[in-house]
């Protein structure tokens, strides 16, 4: 981890300090209103739950620290995505998605988008760069892609992206602030889905829009005020709670996920693995060059369907779920979400269990499937 990023790690959970008062609770308070006290011209103070919350203060600007811009928060990563798009564009544009990112952003391109005016085309994260950006409004990219884990150069596409006009919107929910920053890359809009390790605890969904432009962050605000899609105060609160132990459990899980893909790199029963840490993987260069982590994401492929399934199902410490980023290790075959993968695809996430004792487990339930 950078300096940079080790001082932001060391301020997060002080941010409020600078205006403390003797007796005011050093945990964040939750605010749980629809409605303030508002006499007068009440501009620039909370007036209804709609428009702003003294919770969600407190999360946009831990993680406006996070990645040193300004932060509108959603009730879901897609939520964010959605905000993003429909703030942005307009009937007669044109967008390019990754062709092996997450589905649903292809699909709301398809049912919602599409019917407006916004036409869409796919490349594959790997070859973003093949064909250029010329025509495109945006161009969106998952660097490294879900579930694959293929890597695009952001710097190369960002500034090709600008030089035909193109605004560059980065997926950054596997990698968080602490492991890459695509704002710094020459991104102009960062999405993420908090819902995974920026809250950690699997137990809310939640994102971010981020962006160093001014224009852009009052067209979100605008588009979640009018639209209504609002975050509880509740999820703002434990989205909070989770910022402050991020850097912690973040650096736990990229560690261990390094040392376990070293492991099954080797494993007789693992065929296909990706993990962009590893010396021999395709992305591992550029991940050396743009990532300050190389992340807690692995994939690989096993012999069958039923090998992957009894693999996920009979390791005592992996969670079978289809989300990731938890202290929970979880994994999934991910062919049964509609991904273009083999029958026999894993993405396994690693979480916060001691790497001994996670190492033994899986190695236990590989033993299985191997024999």
Excluded at 151 to 173: E, F, P, R, S, Y
Excluded at 323 to 347: C, I, L, M
Aim: hydrophobic share 45%; charged share 20%; aromatic share 8%.
């Amino acid at each position: 981890m950078s300096d940079t990023a080790k001082s932001r790690a060391a301020t997060l959970t002080h941010l409020r300090s600078a205006d403390f008062a003797k007796g005011d609770p050093i945990p964040l308070p939750l605010t749980m209103a629809s409605i303030f006290h508002a006499p007068g011209d009440a501009t620039g103070f909370d007036q209804y739950g709609r428009f702003s919350n003294p919770t969600w203060h407190a999360v946009e600007h831990a993680l406006g620290h996070l990645e040193d811009a300004q932060c509108v928060i959603f009730p879901s990563g897609m939520a964010a995505i959605s905000a993003a798009f429909f703030a942005l564009l307009k009937s007669g544009d044109r967008i390019l998605l990754p062709s092996d990112g997450y589905h649903t952003t292809r699909a709301l391109a398809e049912r919602f988008l599409k019917p407006l005016g916004v036409a869409y085309d796919v490349r594959p994260t790997a070859s973003m760069l093949d064909g250029g950006f010329a025509g495109y409004r945006a161009v969106f990219v998952e660097s490294p892609s879900n579930p694959r884990l293929d890597i695009c150069d952001i710097i190369a596409v960002a500034k090709a992206v600008h030089a035909q006009a193109g605004i560059l919107i980065v997926d950054n929910t596997t990698m968080t602030p602490f492991g890459q920053r695509p704002l710094d890359l020459g991104a102009d809009i960062v999405v993420s889905a908090d819902t995974k390790a920026i809250n950690g605890h699997s137990d809310v969904l939640f994102g971010h829009v981020a962006s160093r432009d001014p224009d852009v962050v009052a067209r979100v605000r605008d588009w979640r005020e009018t639209a209504g899609g609002i975050p509880g105060p509740f999820e703002a609160w434990l989205v909070h709670r989770g910022l402050e132990t991020l850097e912690v459990r973040f650096d736990r899980m990229c560690s261990s996920a390094e040392t376990i893909a070293r492991r099954l790199k080797d494993h007789r029963a693992v065929s296909g693995l990706r993990f962009p840490g590893l010396e021999g993987d395709a992305s591992h260069n550029l991940a050396r060059a743009q990532m300050e982590r190389f992340g807690f994401l692995i994939s690989f492929e096993l012999a069958s369907e039923e090998k992957a399934e009894d693999f996920i199902n009979n390791c005592a410490l992996i969670e079978a779920a289809t989300s990731f980023g938890g202290v929970h290790t979880s994994a999934e075959r991910r062919s049964k979400r509609g991904d273009a993968v083999p029958p026999g695809f894993v993405r396994l996430a690693i979480g916060c269990e001691p790497v001994e004792d996670l190492w033994q487990a899986i190695e236990a339930s590989l033993a299985k499937i191997a024999s």
